[in-house]
Nanobody
Framework: QVQLVESGGGLVQPGGSLRLSCAAS????????MAWHRQAPGKQRDLVAS???????TYADAVKGRFTISRDNAENTVYLQMNSLKPEDTAVYYC???????????WGQGTQVTVSS
């Protein structure tokens, strides 16, 4: 399995920006779909954004136009640039790696993002 380590979370005021990073281990990063999910207290974990190995990108409606996902295959890293942050973006953000064959399904440990004045 792929080991994932997130970083970049923190406390930010409404309207501010943060960039999350997720570094992956191993040599198969370029073949994996990478995604960011988030989970607020008392709520289910939801997809925020994903990018396939071919570069196809999907965003949740709640973050379209504000968040940007990108990947750097040379650095084995996926990023989530978050702009115009709102209090409702407050959650633990998790990185996920998936691939159908051979099977890969790994989660990072999560990083807390808090949007508050």
């Amino acid at each position: 399995q792929v080991q994932l380590v997130e970083s970049g979370g923190g406390l930010v005021q409404p309207g501010g920006s943060l960039r999350l990073s997720c570094a992956a281990s191993g040599s198969i990063f370029s073949t994996i779909t990478m995604a960011w999910h988030r989970q607020a207290p008392g709520k289910q974990r939801d997809l925020v954004a994903s990018v396939t190995s071919g570069g196809s990108i999907t965003y949740a409606d709640a973050v379209k136009g504000r968040f940007t996902i990108s990947r750097d295959n040379a650095e084995n890293t996926v990023y989530l640039q978050m702009n115009s942050l709102k209090p409702e973006d407050t959650a633990v953000y998790y990185c996920k790696a998936t691939r159908r064959y051979p099977w890969v399904n790994s989660w990072g440990q999560g990083t807390q993002v808090t949007v508050s004045s």
